[in-house]
């Protein structure tokens, strides 16, 4: 044990790097730092920086001109060299969240070494932490039981291509013979089938609202709604590239006309309820979009829509370019003619597509069509998502 | 459509950030790049830096003198500054590997923010890319069946506590009722059950191997060897804090008497052959003692053992903590009197633990006990790691 001991003291004393494992990192600081009264101390290692910042979205916003109007963004705020290069900044008392924040030296923009938490949107990583007593309680990990995720990969004739998404089964799933309702999660433009389950923390709110009773046990299945992709970037042959915002195929009618060979798939890989009450679809942004064309193109295949910022009909109607989009009104009275148990709608107030749902919504309130409308503060936000995720998902197969 | 590309040139115009979606990142700007000729060109923006690094895996090494001998270190190397602030720097043609870098920014150690592609380890991200025609072909996602991964939890009473593991089923293992034999992949110190799927990327090269029909279609379980852990960082209850190298309980026996709970799990919950030589274990560093002590102690589990640059029997003897380490002479008598199909022994010539494997093959050899032993250059490396799976899964099951 001494010679293991003293092989460990090699170890850690040299800063080595890759010629031996990677076994240093950030040295002995600690950030972010979440305080008793839950305010976070940040501390960053730069000691020939004469600047150095935070950005994050628990600070103030700050109001940015752009020649489409003011766009908020997240506030920054300057931290203080302290001893031996280190810069230091405690954050107010904040609320219970999960926050993202990118670091500043000298401008340089990157992320915090000290915190290996991070996660991607689109081509930026940032660094997120929990605070929780409060919202977040459901996105952390709580001492209940934990589904499985899985990345599996699926055949779809439609696109012509092997494709991967994700699944999260509940927790019981592999010890039961019991069969389970299934909530289709989409992502918005520049996400992809990890979305849900990383900055969405799909995983946790599931587990966390099954364990309290407060949602049916169901599978979630989290395709990637971009049509030329297989998969995310790095996960598909010769895809190690940036990620976009943008992607071929997103709005062009076969990602609507490829979804039943996802639902083909799950019904015949997994136990579940195939009938459309025991079928439900949601999305963010054009997440949002592709579930309303589906659930309006397959009006009979799903008994709960769940539509969380999304884009809606009148941007896409100028241009048919696929059936899947042409006379929404006449779908929607199909679809509503034996209507969803639930047509759920949420946005921020400050989203900029606020105003197509209310656009939308008149088309719905003119027919008479029911739905549930939940407005929130805030704009197109992974914040928002997560919400809107922890409302809907309790009102499912009930 | 033109309201959406209008938003869309909002959306991108924008650098606005969290409190829209997060639409930037980097900017324009591409690094890595991966040139024709497999050179690597490395673009930093940092247009108020006074000196610009890489620290990477590719470089020739640098010698760092320690207290306990000189320790190989990753080379650095200094980037140039070119126009708008964007430093770069071209790497020699790069031989077929997966590689890790850093970036220092006036000695500010951090990542490429343009490069999305980040692995952990233990509390260190590095970025990481991958050079094909060669090794790395094994490492990368190519056009073949692709298997599941999926992140399980399990009871563990020996433990008094669910743990989490990941599991491969290999291509085509949800659409046929065979059933597969099970190889169980274990991590070294400061590793958890995320590692050979991250840095180890053990699905790409099960994948790939079952593909070229060099590997036989196998489960691999890759479990947590921490026994004070449920999971990796951050995926258990109140576990978000910084990795450590050193965990409790990974050497104290119970780590290993609790393996037989992750078996039985195994053989209930999926389609597996459950006999000696159907059942593999291998793993690096203190996965390879886990492996040894683990095979040792349970003599007729597991027809096939690997030891990669494993620590081994030496050191721990002196202390009795466990009798899972006591007379080990004897295990392995008992052990070899009907010995495994495969008992497998990889290290590299400048691995810490090189004199310490010299030593326990010494042991084998004195016994007459047969094994495969692999000498590679390198040390204490994910890259031998990586080899070794390559080498050691294609001997199993035949």
Chains 1, 2 share one sequence.
């Not at 963004?73 to 993202?100: C, D, F």
Request: proline residues 6%.
């Amino acid at each position: 044990m001494k010679k293991i001991v003293l092989y460990v003291g090699a170890f850690l004393f040299s800063i080595a790097g890759y010629a031996q494992q990677a076994l240093w990192g950030g040295g002995d600081i600690v950030s972010p730092q979440i305080n008793k009264d839950n305010s976070v101390t940040f501390r960053i290692l730069a000691p020939k920086a004469s600047k150095v910042e935070i950005e994050g979205d628990f600070l103030p916003a700050q109001k940015i001109k752009t020649p489409f109007g003011e766009v908020e963004a997240p506030g920054r705020v300057q931290l203080k060299e302290g001893k031996n290069g280190v810069w230091e900044y405690t954050s107010s008392i904040l609320p219970s969240e999960m926050y993202n924040y990118s670091v500043y030296v000298n401008d340089f923009k990157t992320t915090d070494p000290s915190n290996v938490y991070q996660n991607r949107d689109i081509a930026t990583i940032t660094n997120y932490f929990l605070i929780g007593n409060g919202q977040a309680d459901l996105y952390m990990v709580q001492d209940v039981p934990h589904g499985t995720v899985s990345k599996v990969w699926y055949n779809c004739p439609t696109l012509g291509m092997e494709r991967r998404l994700t699944v999260y089964t509940p927790a019981g799933y592999e010890s039961s013979n019991k069969k389970y309702p299934v909530l289709y999660l989409l992502h918005g433009a520049g996400g992809d089938e990890n979305a849900w389950v990383e900055q969405g923390r799909a995983a946790q709110i599931m587990d966390n609202l099954i364990a309290q009773g407060k949602a049916e046990p169901m599978i979630v299945v989290m395709p990637n709604g971009n049509g030329a992709q297989q998969a995310a970037p790095g996960e598909a042959p010769n895809s190690m590239v940036k990620p976009q915002f943008m992607n071929p195929k997103t709005m062009d009618g076969e990602i609507e006309k490829a979804f039943p060979d996802i639902i083909k798939f799950v019904e015949k890989t997994y136990r579940v309820k195939k009938d459309k009450n025991n079928r439900a679809i949601c999305g963010l942004s054009m997440g949002g979009f592709h579930s309303l064309y589906i659930s309006a193109y397959y009006p009979n295949k799903f008994g709960y829509v769940g539509l969380f910022s999304a884009a809606t009909s009148k941007q896409i109607n100028n241009k048919n370019t696929s059936d899947v989009y042409e006379n929404l009104d006449q779908k929607l009275a199909t679809q509503f003619s034996n209507p969803p148990r639930l047509y759920w709608i949420g946005i921020g107030k400050t989203d900029f597509l606020y105003k197509d749902n209310i656009d939308f919504r008149k088309q719905l309130d003119e027919k008479g069509y029911k739905y549930t409308y939940v407005e929130t503060d805030g704009g197109h936000i992974w914040r928002n998502w997560r919400v809107y995720l922890t409302e809907f998902a309790p009102l499912l197969f009930k």
